[in-house]
T-cell receptor
Framework: GQQVMQIPQYQHVQEGEDFTTYCNSS?????IQWYKQRPGGHPVFLIQ?????EVKKQKRLTFQFGEAKKNSSLHITATQTTDVGTYFC??????????FGKGTKLTVNP | GAVVSQHPSWVICKSGTSVKIECRSL??????MFWYRQFPKQSLMLMAT?????????EQGVEKDKFLINHASLTLSTLTVTSAHPEDSSFYIC????????????FGPGTRLTVT
């Protein structure tokens, strides 16, 4: 499957600042999943979005799926040092292979 | 929650030898398992999809005779790196999907392979 493009590739913020990463696809997605990988760790599932225009929140994290189901975003409010890691959006999941893009590496300056 | 383990967590081997990495789903049955490779500061690259009881499906450019995958049971998949070379040094991660219908994939902690 075609890779989902993600920007920015790197983001450095001061603790307390907000952070957003964006995913874009040239084709309509049936779903999008977000994973977080801490330095030296393995990817951990964050959320799946399926519906057009869907918005889901997990504490300081807000996930959106575009109306056309071709883009998605992850917004973190008031970043903390524990938010450090690489955030990946992927298409697929379950028994369908995940295709990882380059991800967005977030570093937070305390 | 669903837990996936990998063994060993790290291994150092000499060039030319073979290394087997195990991926186990500890508290669920995994009909499908995936093997990824991740080089430093790079993203995860899918190597192959492993289905229990059938041959693995390899991604383009991945040598199936070099990276042998066996998924003999619903809780175990193995990846054997044959005739390892220094360029095979990498972080190998497996993931598994269950039978419950959830589309979440559960990742193992990874195996760091160093070939000297």
């Amino acid at each position: 499957g075609q890779q989902v493009m993600q920007i920015p590739q790197y983001q450095h913020v001061q603790e307390g600042e907000d952070f957003t990463t964006y995913c874009n696809s040239s084709t309509t997605l049936s779903n999008i999943q977000w994973y977080k990988q801490r330095p030296g760790g393995h990817p951990v599932f964050l959320i799946q979005l399926v519906k057009s225009g869907e918005v889901k929140k997990q504490k300081r994290l807000t996930f959106q799926f575009g109306e056309a189901k071709k883009n998605s975003s992850l917004h973190i409010t008031a970043t903390q040092t524990t938010d450090v890691g690489t955030y990946f959006c992927t298409r697929g999941g379950g028994s369908e292979k995940l295709v990882f893009g380059k991800g967005t590496k977030l570093t937070v300056n305390p | 929650g669903a837990v996936v383990s990998q063994h060993p967590s790290w291994v150092i081997c000499k060039s030319g030898t073979s290394v087997k990495i195990e991926c186990r789903s500890l508290d669920f049955q995994a009909t499908t398992m995936f093997w990824y490779r991740q080089f430093p500061k790079q993203s995860l690259m899918l190597m192959a999809t492993s289905n229990e009881g059938s041959k693995a499906t390899y991604e383009q450019g991945v040598e199936k005779d070099k990276f042998l995958i066996n998924h003999a049971s619903l809780t175990l998949s193995t990846l054997t790196v044959t005739s390892a070379h220094p360029e095979d040094s990498s972080f190998y991660i497996c993931s598994a999907s269950g039978t419950s219908g959830s589309r979440e994939q559960y990742f193992g902690p990874g195996t760091r392979l160093t070939v000297t």
